[in-house]
């Protein structure tokens, strides 16, 4: 196979990748503005309906403590802490539990 056959070969494999991308993604843009309608929906329903309670929950990020990042200190044991958030969509009141990875025996799984 000829170089120019070659990189012909190339471009078009690595157009037809792009193109399968870009339909993820716009598959992914539609189911995510199809959530965000439905978690409307809910809670607006929760709103008007005493039956119905409607929460969002985020297991947010790690937070690895203390907080440092020079010299040694760097590659010194950090203990991890997790911090789970529940939020009411109905009322707006949001609970937040912390615990540290001794107290989770690890992780945040057991």
Same mark, same amino acid.
């Given at each position: 196979?000829?170089?120019? *056959? ?7 494999? !690595?157009? +037809?990748? &792009?193109?399968?991308? #870009? ?15 439905? %978690? ?13 309670? $409607?929460? $969002?929950? /985020? ?5 690895? =403590?203390?907080? !440092? ?6 590659? %010194? ?10 939020? =009411?969509?109905?009322? *707006? +009141? #949001? /609970? #937040? &539990? ?5 107290? *989770? %025996? ?5």
């Amino acid at each position: 196979m000829k170089g120019s *056959a070659k990189r012909s070969m190339n471009v078009r494999k !690595m157009y +037809e990748l &792009y193109e399968q991308q #870009c339909n993820l993604y716009s598959k992914h843009q539609e189911r995510k503005q199809r959530i965000r309608e439905l %978690k409307e929906e809910q809670k607006q329903l929760s709103k008007t309906d005493g039956r119905v309670h $409607t929460v $969002t929950f /985020d297991m947010q990020q790690v937070l690895t =403590s203390p907080m !440092m990042n020079v010299g040694t200190l760097y590659y %010194k044991r950090e203990y991890n802490t997790y911090n789970f958030t529940v939020y =009411s969509l109905k009322d *707006a +009141e #949001c /609970d #937040c &539990y912390m615990w540290h990875e001794t107290t *989770a %025996k690890g992780d945040g799984v057991k």
